[in-house]
């Protein structure tokens, strides 16, 4: 393996597959099989991952929600697809953890 660690940045907008919106399962389940395939191979992986998907924060402003209310429910929105990427990953037999700097009670 040429490099020990790496970061991923994926597009929330990626996860949706073909619907446009939403977390399509084969590609969530498609993404956790690859990432988990280069962590067995011995290399960390950091990612990051966007929620258009889900929210877009600047698109929300421009539809009459408060900006940083419009920010702020992108950011859940990229929380969201952050726990669904880790629960695949851990499904697909690999080790994940979400870190946010939205506090977030066990």
Known sequence: MQYSR???????ESLAGKENH????AVLTEYSSQI???AAAGCQVA??????NIFRGLSGAKSGFDRIKGDQMGMLATII???ALEDGI??????ARVFTSI???P
Do not use: C, Q, T, Y
């Open 47 to 52: 990612i990051v991952i966007g929620g258009g």
């Open 36 to 38: 988990g395939e280069v």
């Open 103 to 105: 506090r977030m009670e």
């Open 6 to 12: 790496i970061l991923l940045k994926l597009s929330g």
């Open 81 to 83: 697809n952050s726990l």
């Open 22 to 25: 939403g977390i399509s399962d």
């Open 90 to 95: 851990r499904r697909a037999g690999g080790k």
